[in-house]
Nanobody, 124 residues
Framework: QVQLVESGGGLVQVGGSLRLSCAAS????????MGWFRQAPGKEREFAAA????????YYADSVKGRFTISRDNAKNTVSLQMNSLAPEDTAVYSC?????????????????WGQGTQVTVSS
């Protein structure tokens, strides 16, 4: 049974930082691309960042580029999202997902497995 479990969310002030982690079990994460998506209240789930199975290819949404950093540790089956300079518009539920390399990783349809998500709230 595949499980993706996110952690690290919480309440942070504007300009602060958070580090999200996603622990994968039931799959060999090194064979999957991994992504982070987020969904704000009343909005559709949107792409934030993705990383190839080897970690050599990384993609970011324009809205987070320069502030967020995605990384992975295949030995530990984990993927992380370091979020800096957080703003109120970053408030959302953040979910990690495992997808097949070769698909368009900015699309939700590229992903096979999803975590339940972790809440990030940025207060002003």
């Amino acid at each position: 049974q595949v499980q993706l479990v996110e952690s690290g969310g919480g309440l942070v002030q504007v300009g602060g930082s958070l580090r999200l982690s996603c622990a994968a079990s039931g799959l060999t994460s090194s064979t999957y691309a991994m992504g982070w998506f987020r969904q704000a209240p009343g909005k559709e789930r949107e792409f934030a960042a993705a990383i190839s199975p080897s970690g050599s290819n990384i993609y970011y949404a324009d809205s987070v580029k320069g502030r967020f950093t995605i990384s992975r540790d295949n030995a530990k089956n984990t993927v992380s999202l370091q979020m800096n300079s957080l703003a109120p518009e970053d408030t959302a539920v953040y979910s990690c997902a495992a997808g097949r390399w070769g698909a368009n990783l900015k699309l939700r349809t590229a992903y096979v497995y999803w975590g339940q998500g972790t809440q990030v709230t940025v207060s002003s």
